[in-house]
């Protein structure tokens, strides 16, 4: 791997503190030098480069004698838009499959598992999402939030560490979905099913239902 190449993927690792993890938020001022190129395992002068490259797009901004801080203005919705995240660590395939393997089996244990008001949890953002639709609004927040919650409800602490892999599919298929009316409706009608399923304490049927949820989002979006 280029010198280029290697602060070019640094670059994408910090984008997906920002975007993915929220690590940071807007004006919040980067770890020192030493710390995150050691974090990173790579050489401070990788690591500047990579800052540089930042810096240039837009997403941070060096304050003279302070430090490196993301930009107060960053529009973190945009960033979901930001094209310089590698192929691999966007790679629609790869993390639709991750969740294919995954979320049929948190939907299973939720609707065993779920407390009552972890499943009203589930229950009200799934409307959100719906409201969000029909008000044609970026519902990717709420998606994460459904989701989420369905693997919280599993109380499964592992699969909750794999919750950043399923939150940068759901922005992935947000994005790509976006122009697709047919995509649009099989959401509300996938999620209804998985609802219904769960209030019913049905954990067969809701294992189903994610799964042709899922399904029907990789078919719409091309990459089955």
Known sequence: MTQKRLSDSIADDIISMIVIEKRFQPGDKLPNENVLSEELNISRTTLR????????????????????????ALDIDHMQHFGLLTDA???????????????PEAAYYATIRASDQEMKRIIDYGLQIEEKIKKKQDRTAEEQKF???????????????????IYQAIDKGVILSVEKEVAIKDTLNDHQMIMDFMKN????????????HILHAMSELGIE
């Open 147 to 165: 989701h989420q919650s369905i693997v919280k409800a599993a109380h499964n602490e592992f699969m909750e560490k794999l919750m950043p892999v």
């Open 201 to 212: 304490r049905n954990p067969e049927g809701a294992r189903s239902a994610m799964k042709i």
């Open 49 to 72: 480069e990579a800052i540089r490259i930042l810096v240039t797009n837009g997403i941070v901004e060096i304050k003279r004698g302070r430090g490196t801080f993301i930009k107060e």
């Open 89 to 103: 660590k966007i790679n629609a395939k790869d993390l639709y499959e991750m969740r294919l393997i995954f979320e």
